[in-house]
């Protein structure tokens, strides 16, 4: 489409694109979504999470006048958000509780200035009767709003996961402004959930996107949770060394499951609702900024949530339903890289959860509460059929949200790792016309009684209902309740047969049971016998942080940028940004403008020091691959600059306290205190070491580096085997440069 006037200089909205966030094309969507948006139509976006739906409202709210307003729940959120545009020049702010009266009204002023793009709102505030029937008109009058775009809109419906009383009153600004377009943004899937934002927002013939809910870049798998699960576990850690989170079913097993793995000598942290709110708070910081790998957690932790670069999701315990599963999982890889997610699944969960379905009782009468026990049950045992599924994990999720998918997705251990099949057709004739015969009767049961009628079972109920009359009574005989129950799930996850979902489950027909009835199509399902055997290992996972030293350098670089700023390293520079720089090595700037994620902003303030790093890089392995312009490539200035933060550790490690002492005061990693005082040296400062490396130790690294050369630490740590940390190597190497230099 053509950009209108309103929104030139830029040529196309590629153009604004690349300007603004740096990226080169757009997601699946979003260009779209954006047109419509710059129409002033309402809309409905449902895209999974990851899918790129900040952008949606983003580039819309830079590319027309006036102010967009985003409704947005949670204040952890919010910050990110501003901090993320902030960091790419573009002039958004937030308003919430945790400001003072003064900071409020200096960002007001601000935005009635018309010096804001993007104001983030939660909505108790927006609709707070100073802000929406005074502030607000005033805005509209001065500035004018370009829209409202209300993000994780599914808060509005009772029937999803999340519902929020005050979302329901956002209808409030569709009355008081009738003209201002609305966007509805969320991650969430039922058609339920849908129907009911578009008549709770009142939405005008919303121009609707619902994205598929897939996300190819997640693999999917189930493990066994035997004696070495555990040991598996931290095996995955340790190799994926990216940032984890293990969700666990309870409080208590989250403080033992953490306090083990940091015995280990992982670094990882507890995040559950019985924490304060100031541990909780300090502990997700610490996460989001690397400063610890991984986090322990209930479900509560997540949904403030918003780091891209989560390499690895595992559940230590059973999820209580796929749609949470599918959430919980899905905050592995937004940024759209390789990532895994693990379901460690043993029938001790199902008791567990049972017990715990129990006491849903009414909290005045202490009576259960049947209906909701019921359907807790039923959502309970499609996670169990997915852990126990052998088709593609897709499948069974997808056909959770009525998505159909073709399976093979090639991202999931079932299809990576196939088992044998079998040709069950004539069981699967048997057992669907069971069900036809109870139909014809306008009666409906499910898989269990279907199963008793075939094996000709003598149970009350069945003679009671005349079952044994039936036709089809007993011609299953020749096999095991097992093998038919098998193969009853494999007909519900191949679609050939259907369940009502109310929590009383009861087997329908549907056409495909109808084509299978008449020799239409065969059914193939998981020979039994292989469903006994181990699940082979997966293959070893993709390494995304692979070793190029190169990008070591650059994730160091942008480590010690962030921490000075106080901000996640993913505000700096996305990892693929750095993976796309490690590959293409930019010597010019003009070289550097062109990585994804490098936007106009990110080229003046990190440029230089990139593309200095890379040169560095470059001259020091005598690389071929020089500047291509005659040019110089850059001014190759920084003597790098000691941080504030590093300087604060210096001057606590001078005054004498340890290494953990320093951590403990800072709620910083005992590593990344060390990584303060390896660069420190590195840029020249005098630091004993002595009492951090033991003197043998330091001769034999020394060593090492004299036969080997100091630029891999990587390669130095493999000639010196396994009982030599990371931590000692660099700083001894650290010095040894800084003798060199001197
Ligand atoms: P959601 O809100 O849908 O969960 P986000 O808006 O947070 O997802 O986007 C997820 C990630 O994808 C972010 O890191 C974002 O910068 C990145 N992203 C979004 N759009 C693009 C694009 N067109 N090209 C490259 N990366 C993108
Ligand atoms: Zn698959």
Not at 52 to 60: E, M, Y
Not at 197 to 211: D, R, T
Not at 388 to 410: D, H, N, P, T, V
Not at 648 to 676: F, K, N, P
Request: charged letters at 20%; proline letters at 5%.
């Amino acid at each position: 489409m053509v950009v209108s006037p309103a929104i030139s200089p830029f040529e196309s909205l590629e153009q604004a694109l690349k300007h603004y966030f740096g990226y080169d094309s757009f997601r699946l969507g979003q260009r779209q979504i954006i047109a419509s948006a710059l129409q002033q139509r309402d809309s409905l976006v449902v895209m999974p999470t990851g899918g790129g739906k900040s952008l949606c409202f983003q580039l819309p709210a830079l590319l027309q006048p006036g102010l967009m307003i985003v409704v947005s729940p949670l204040i952890a959120l919010m910050q990110d958000q501003v901090q993320l545009l902030a960091d790419n020049g573009i002039a958004a702010t937030f308003l919430n509780s945790s400001l003072s009266g003064l900071e409020v009204r200096a960002r007001s002023q601000s935005i009635l200035a018309g010096q804001v793009k993007l104001l983030y709102i939660a909505p108790e505030r927006l609709l707070s009767p100073d802000f929406l029937t005074a502030f607000l008109p005033q805005v509209q009058q001065t500035i004018g709003i370009s829209a409202f775009a209300i993000d994780e809109a599914h808060c509005v419906s009772e029937w999803g996961h999340d519902f929020r009383p005050e979302y329901r009153q956002l209808n409030q600004v569709r009355q008081l402004f009738p003209q201002v377009p609305v966007l509805a943004l969320t991650a969430t899937a039922t058609e339920r959930v849908r129907q009911d934002i578009i008549a709770q927002l009142n939405l005008q013939a919303p121009n609707v996107h619902i994205a598929s809910f897939n996300r190819p870049n997640l693999y999917y798998e189930v493990r066994p949770k035997g004696k070495q699960a555990y040991r598996e576990m931290v095996q995955q850690i340790k190799q994926i060394n990216g940032a984890t989170i293990v969700y666990c079913l309870s409080r208590r097993r989250v403080d033992e499951l953490a306090s083990k793995l940091q015995q280990e000598g992982i670094s990882a942290l507890p995040y559950h609702a019985g924490m304060s709110n100031k541990d909780r708070a300090e502990n997700q910081t610490r996460f989001i900024r690397d400063d610890v790998q991984v986090m322990v957690a209930t479900i509560a932790f997540g949904m403030g949530i918003n780091k891209p670069d989560v390499r690895l999701v595992v559940h230590y315990d059973l999820p209580r339903n796929i749609e949470g599963y599918y959430q919980e999982s899905g905050r592995a890889g937004r940024d759209g890289e390789p990532a895994r997610c693990t379901l460690y699944f043993g029938v001790g969960d199902i008791k567990t959860i049972e017990y715990l379905i129990a006491q849903k009782v009414d909290p005045n009468s202490g009576e259960p509460l049947a209906d909701e026990q019921r359907i807790a049950s039923q959502q309970l045992r499609r996670v169990i059929d997915y852990a126990e599924a052998s088709e593609c994990r897709r499948i069974i999720q997808f056909g959770y949200f009525g998505e159909a998918f073709a399976g093979q997705c090639g991202q999931c251990d079932n299809c990576c790792h196939p088992k044998p099949t079998e040709d069950w057709t004539l069981e699967a004739q048997k057992f669907l016309s069971c069900v036809a015969r109870f139909a014809q009767r306008g009666q409906g049961f499910g898989i269990k009684y279907t199963i008793d009628v075939l094996r000709g079972s003598k149970e009350k109920r069945i003679l009671a209902n005349g079952h044994d009359q039936l036709s089809t009574y007993g011609v299953g005989k020749d096999r095991s309740v097992d093998q038919w129950r098998t193969l009853a799930r494999s007909l519900l996850h191949q679609g050939l047969v259907s369940e009502t979902s109310d929590g009383f489950p009861v087997l329908q027909l549907n056409d495909l049971s109808w084509q299978v009835l008449r020799h239409q199509r065969s059914v193939e399902i998981v020979a039994l016998s292989a469903l006994q055997v181990d699940r082979p290992q997966p293959p070893p996972p993709v390494n995304q942080e692979h070793v190029a030293d190169l990008y070591d350098r650059l994730v160091q670089l942008r480590k010690r940028l962030a921490d000075q700023q106080l901000v996640a390293p993913y505000v700096i520079f996305a990892n693929a940004s750095l993976r796309a720089m490690t590959e293409s090595q930019p010597m010019t700037l003009d070289q550097f403008a062109q990585i994804s994620g490098v936007g106009s902003r990110k080229l003046t303030q990190y440029g230089d020091l990139f593309v200095a790093e890379i040169y560095a890089f470059c001259q020091e392995r005598g690389l071929e691959n020089q500047p291509i312009s005659s040019a110089p490539p850059v001014e190759l200035t920084p003597t790098p600059l000691a941080s504030a933060t590093q300087l604060h550790t210096l001057d606590l490690y001078q005054r004498g306290l340890s290494i953990t002492e320093i951590a403990g005061q800072r709620s910083l990693r005992a590593s990344s205190i060390v990584r303060h005082l390896s660069d420190l040296l590195e840029m020249g400062y005098e630091i004993a070491i002595d009492q951090l490396v033991p003197s043998d130790r330091q001769t034999l690294i020394e060593q090492a580096i004299q036969a080997i050369g100091a630029e891999s630490l990587t390669k130095i740590r493999e000639h010196l085997g396994e009982s030599f940390d990371y931590v000692e190597i660099r700083l001894v190497r650290a010095r040894w440069h800084q003798q060199r230099s001197q």
